[in-house]
């Protein structure tokens, strides 16, 4: 056998190689892209899905300009609202946790360690 003959029996076998690779990966999807954000100053958008059970996909806007998170659901063609939330006074919080879990450090902690620390002394919001 020459050369020739072995270069094109490499070839053939690497392209049934390569089919069957593409035949056996037919069957898989690509990933679905789970999370995508965007916006500007004021309005930033994200998109999430819901539980494979729910079969919908959700929109999350928040305007920080007028304090609001608004949730859009689309199900079935449709594009509904699911929630509006102000959360103007959750902003005014240094922290919060249910009673019972409490985070770790607590944010006067941190303050006390990064003044001890020498840290500079911030203005509380």
Request: glycine content about 8%; overall charge positive; proline content about 3%.
């Amino acid at each position: 056998m020459d050369r020739s003959h072995l270069v094109i029996a490499f070839l053939a076998g690497t392209c049934v190689a390569l089919a069957t690779a593409l035949v056996l990966q037919s069957g898989n999807t690509l990933p679905q892209a789970y999370a995508q954000a965007s916006g500007s100053g004021e309005m930033v958008a994200v998109t999430g899905t819901g539980t494979s059970q729910q079969g919908r996909d959700v929109l999350f806007l928040v305007d920080a300009a007028n304090t609001r998170l608004l949730v859009y659901e689309y199900k079935d063609g449709r594009l509904n609202m699911a929630a509006v939330r102000n959360f103007e006074y959750e902003t005014r919080f240094q922290e919060w946790a249910p009673p019972g879990r409490d985070q770790k450090p607590s944010v006067k902690e941190m303050r006390n360690l990064s003044e001890e620390s020498g840290g500079k002394k911030r203005r509380r919001r």
